[in-house]
């Protein structure tokens, strides 16, 4: 079982930084690959990136890329998203999720947080 805490959600202004942490009290974290998430109202869940388990292979959504950078640190149990220059569609809820194999979509992932509220002013 892997518990995922989301954190360093808020509010922030168009063209900020932001960064989103995800944590676990999990021994085996380091062996599962790590997505994030986000989900605005009305709209459906978005893939943004994803990170498999030792770091060396990152995938993004075309909407983030060269924005959103994801990163971990298996020393620390958590991984990273970190979101620059911000804008206000960015503005959702933002989940982490984790599983063994590197994914795209939302059902590929079995371990999920609660998410943190991430908004942007105009």
């Known amino acids: 079982q892997v518990q995922l805490v989301e954190s360093g959600g808020g509010l922030v202004q168009a063209g900020g930084s932001l960064r989103l942490s995800c944590a676990t009290s999990g021994r085996t974290f380091s062996l599962y690959a790590v997505g994030w998430f986000r989900h605005a109202p009305g709209k459906e869940r978005d893939f943004l990136a994803a990170?498999?388990?030792?770091?060396?292979?990152?995938n993004y959504a075309d909407s983030v890329k060269g924005r959103f950078t994801i990163s971990r640190d298996n020393a620390k149990n958590t991984v990273y998203l970190q979101m620059n220059n911000v804008k206000p569609e960015d503005t959702a809820v933002y989940y982490c999720a984790a599983d063994q194999r590197l994914g795209r979509t939302f059902k590929e992932y079995a371990y999920w947080g609660q998410g943190t509220q991430v908004t942007v002013s105009s």
């Open positions: 990170i498999n388990w030792g770091g060396g292979i990152t």
